[in-house]
């Protein structure tokens, strides 16, 4: 069992920049794919981005925007994510524990409970 609680989210101005964190207590496994993902009102959760031990991947529309990264030593998920503008605006979600790099939600067994991240204009 892995838990995991985000922190990090709040309300900043469109332009903005703002870094999500994760961590992770439990059995985590370094070798593990952990992930972030992203549920806008009224819409599908989505991935954004996943990283491991050898890279990372990133959904394809918010590349050079947002950057993932892990401190395994902390048991901490980052992201990073600059020029902020409406769309960005949902509730962001912690995963971890898949053996892919993956952004399909079901390659994730363990979830946080997400952090709200709203852009104003």
């Known amino acids: 069992q892995v838990d995991l609680v985000e922190s990090g989210g709040g309300s900043v101005q469109a332009g903005g920049s703002m870094r999500l964190s994760c961590a992770a207590s439990?059995?985590?496994?370094?070798?593990?794919?952990m992930g972030w993902f992203r549920q806008a009102p009224g819409k599908k959760r989505e991935g954004v981005a996943a990283?491991?031990?050898?890279?990372?991947t990133y959904r394809e529309s918010l590349k050079g925007r947002f950057l993932i990264s892990r401190d395994n030593a902390k048991n901490t998920l980052y992201l990073q994510m600059n020029i902020l503008n409406a769309e960005d605006t949902a509730m962001y979600y912690c995963a971890a524990g898949s053996k892919y790099y993956s952004l399909q939600e079901s390659d994730y067994p363990y979830w946080g409970k997400g952090t709200l991240v709203t852009i104003s204009s």
């Open positions: 439990g059995n985590v496994d370094s070798r593990d794919i």
């Open positions: 990283i491991g031990r050898d890279g990372d």
